[in-house]
């Protein structure tokens, strides 16, 4: 795709291959609702239950978390199960409160048995108006999958997202996607975008075989609360700080061509309250700004369908 917004249905790439051009020096002039000049969204990982643990019949435990997993194959890691825990039974409800004090709604990029773990939490994010994002039925890479071994994952995690929130995922991004991801997703029929690309400002559509394409919305992999880990961010207030420079200037270059923001948070990451409060200070900054359409993905992929479709 290239250039003006008259052309955003043309020139779509195919999935899988690389393009490296994009729209070019010239993005399309996207019209947000009510002239907003930055539609921002955020995505909230919640995945408590679905990550990698001897007890879900893995060789080991996770070891991406608060501290280094003592943990060797195939112990368990009680330390990091409870950290993971922390997210279903206090975190989630610490983050419901703050996103109902703001007025905003938000993307669960959740995992079908986290959801499963906790079924009243599960029905209180859709009941709050949040959406459900599909992150697959567990937290694994799905580049390590069969096509049909990921085939029956995408089938199983929606049937048990929409038998547990009563909604069926309209959206989806699974980690670590592979080769056949995006056109195993067009293939079910029931999406309406995926968001396993980190390349773009804005939405895009891809070619998915046999006549069919799908909306591909971005995510990011910086303006996210996982460098608490990586320690880029030591504290709340150097998160908040990126989170305010990067608005900035993606609001600043909105006047001209208005853009997407993306803000990543993990429900066991932020949900503790040291982390929380760049989460509630970010929301408040937001909040006296002029022309921001804070969204959800599926609420950004139904206006990018309908007026760019």
């Not at 929606?158 to 991004?173: A, C, D, F, H, Q």
Request: aromatic share 12%.
């Amino acid at each position: 795709m290239r250039g003006t917004t008259q052309e955003l249905t043309s020139g779509v790439a195919s999935a899988g291959s690389r393009d490296f051009v994009g729209y070019g020096m010239n993005p399309p002039k996207v019209k947000w609702p009510g002239g907003a000049r930055l539609a921002l969204t955020i995505a909230v990982n919640y995945e408590a239950g679905g990550e990698r643990s001897v007890i879900n019949g893995d060789a080991g435990p996770e070891t991406y978390g608060e501290f280094a997993s003592y943990g060797t194959p195939p112990m368990r890691d009680l330390g990091i199960e409870s950290v993971f825990e922390y997210e279903t039974r206090a975190a989630v409800w610490r983050l419901l409160e703050l996103f109902d004090r703001f007025g905003v709604k938000v993307t669960f990029f959740a995992t079908a048995k986290t959801l499963e773990a906790n079924r009243e939490a599960a029905r209180e994010i859709v009941g709050r108006g949040h959406e459900v994002c599909s992150h697959g039925l567990r937290w694994v890479e799905h580049y390590t999958l069969t096509k049909e071994e990921e085939r029956k994952v995408i089938s199983d995690a929606v049937k048990s997202i929409t038998e547990t929130t009563g909604k069926r995922p309209l959206g989806w991004y699974c980690r670590e996607p592979s080769e056949n991801t995006i056109e195993l997703i067009s293939e079910e029929g029931g999406f309406l975008y995926d968001s396993d690309v980190y390349n773009d400002d804005l939405p895009y559509f891809v070619k998915c075989g046999k006549g069919r394409r799908l909306l591909l919305i971005p995510y990011t992999p910086d303006v996210n609360d996982f460098h608490y880990f990586s320690n880029r961010f030591a504290n709340s207030e150097e998160f908040f700080g990126y989170l305010r420079d990067s608005f900035d200037i993606l609001y600043g270059e909105g006047a001209k061509h208005p853009k997407l923001m993306n803000v990543g948070i993990h429900v066991r990451i932020s949900g503790r309250p040291g982390r929380t409060k760049a989460v509630e200070k970010f929301l408040r900054y937001v909040s006296k700004k002029k022309d921001v359409w804070v969204a959800r993905r599926v609420d950004v992929a139904n206006w990018w369908i309908k007026k760019y479709g």
